[in-house]
């Protein structure tokens, strides 16, 4: 018998995403954002989470998509990652999914840019794909960025 795993999922772009359930710390609505002067364009800002100051990444930037539309707010998911809490910045939340680890494929080759590197792999669902997000990676900061520090 397969073995499940379960996903929280978000949108982004039109694009269905998950991230492993156990490293989504939680999901809230926008949150106003101290700007960061001089940190990358992927770093929306700071925002104070219960006294907790935690650094919110736009997924679409990140992702090198185009960007939300005037006036559309983004949702948060705060992941867990190995240096703390991280919030990524999505575009609507979806629902937790429990999914056949057999439906897993490696990611297609259509896939390419920096999404290729931040992308583990898929699962065919009956009406969509689901992409799976590598936390860590996605919340790294890319190598160009790192080399001037």
Do not use: H, W
């Amino acid at each position: 018998m397969a073995a499940n795993k379960q996903f929280a999922t978000f949108f982004l772009n039109g694009l269905f995403f998950g991230v492993e359930v156990l490293k989504v710390q939680e999901v809230i609505r926008y949150q106003e954002m101290t700007r960061v002067p001089i940190a990358p364009a992927m770093i929306e800002g700071l925002i104070n989470l219960r006294g907790q100051i935690i650094m919110a990444i736009d997924l679409r930037r990140r992702l090198e998509m185009p960007m939300r539309a005037e006036g559309q707010l983004p949702m948060n998911v705060v992941v867990r990652t190995d240096d703390g809490a991280v919030s990524l910045l999505v575009d609507e939340i979806g629902d937790v999914v429990e999914i056949e680890e057999d439906t897993y494929e490696r990611l297609p080759e259509t896939i390419s840019g920096v999404a290729r590197e931040l992308i583990r792999g898929v699962y065919k669902l009956k009406e969509r794909l689901l992409l799976i997000l590598d936390t860590e990676k996605t919340v790294s900061l890319p190598a160009a960025l790192t080399k001037g520090a």
